[in-house]
């Protein structure tokens, strides 16, 4: 695992190039996102971090989130793109599972976790180019590239740092970058 001192001292948010290929250019801002959550969630006092305060979003808490991040993460490089079985905590049965999982669990725990699965997405990006069709082909989607699971990974981190944006100033008043 992780330094598991991330709520302290979050990786360093490295800045995007403003020029240079595809594949640098997409790869620089999912981990400037990927940053950006530990960011987030710097400083956080330990029992904030469950805390489900909009009503209408009863699973929608920190831990929450990152422990979504995580395992959309791995479902979409380890599960879509190599083919290998999914084990998160969600099921048919519990949809939300990872959600109430992360409401439960330490939060350093979690973003080490986290941490460690953006660290084995990298390794499998490191091996595979753009244009790699996923070896797992979806119900509702056509076969995807990786490029579009870099695009998606993207997408869903940068929302999802939005939503820890509004719970971090809820919880506790911190707002930022």
């Not at 403003?18 to 790869?27: C, F, I, K, S, V």
């Not at 669990?105 to 790699?132: F, K, M, V, W």
């Not at 490029?147 to 869903?156: A, T, Y």
Request: hydrophobic letters at 40%; glycine letters at 6%; one cysteine or more.
């Amino acid at each position: 695992m992780s330094d598991k001192s991330s709520l302290q001292n979050p990786p360093e948010r490295v800045d995007t190039p403003t020029a240079a290929d595809e594949r640098t250019m997409l790869l620089a801002w999912l981990d400037w996102h990927r940053a950006t959550v530990h960011r987030k969630c710097a400083g956080l006092a330990a029992d904030l971090s469950s805390s489900a305060p909009l009503p209408g979003s009863p699973m929608t808490t920190i831990g929450g989130i990152v422990s979504h991040l995580r395992w959309v993460e791995a479902f979409w490089f380890e599960v879509v793109m190599l083919n290998q079985p999914d084990v998160a905590p969600y099921s048919t049965q519990d949809p939300d599972g990872e959600f109430r999982a992360g409401a439960e669990r330490p939060l350093d725990e979690l973003l080490s976790e986290y941490a460690d699965q953006c660290a084995r997405s990298r390794e499998i990006t490191s091996h595979l180019e753009l244009g790699n069709f996923a070896r797992r082909v979806l119900n509702d989607l056509d076969r995807v590239t990786l490029r579009w699971v870099v695009l998606h990974m993207i997408e869903e981190t940068a929302r999802h740092n939005g939503h820890l944006d509004v719970l971090r100033e809820l919880a506790d008043g911190v707002t930022g970058e």
